[in-house]
């Protein structure tokens, strides 16, 4: 089974970057699409990026578009979010997840991104 570890968040200032990084172990990335969401409290938890299998078509959230890049090693098993120009409104907590065939679902346990004026 897939298991996910996020890391990478912390509190920076608006205007800074930062690069969050969601590694898996007990199996391969190959065959799931990956993504990046955010929640902060009280609202739903919304997708942010994905990049897919194969061919790595990338969709981003339009407030994000432009600023944040997912990118996927395979060979690492890892999946990156590297978010630039953040903005305060980006203060969440990021959860990575794999989807793959048959709703095969798998989330990591998220990590705190603070974004200050």
């Known amino acids: 089974e897939v298991q996910l570890q996020a890391s990478g968040g912390g509190l920076v200032q608006a205007g800074a970057s930062l690069r969050l990084s969601c590694t898996a172990s007990g199996s391969s990335f190959d065959g799931y699409t990956l993504g990046w969401f955010r929640q902060v409290p009280g609202k739903e938890r919304e997708a942010v990026s994905l990049?897919?299998?194969?061919?790595?078509?990338?969709y981003y959230s339009d407030s994000v578009k432009g600023r944040f890049t997912i990118s996927r090693d395979n060979a690492k098993n890892t999946v990156y979010l590297q978010m630039n120009s953040l903005k305060p409104e980006d203060t969440a907590v990021y959860f990575c997840?794999?989807?793959?065939?048959?709703?095969?679902?798998?989330w990591g346990q998220g990590t705190q991104v603070t974004v200050s004026s």
């Open positions: 997840n794999a989807y793959g065939v048959g709703s095969d679902d798998h």
């Open positions: 990049i897919s299998t194969g061919d790595g078509q990338t």
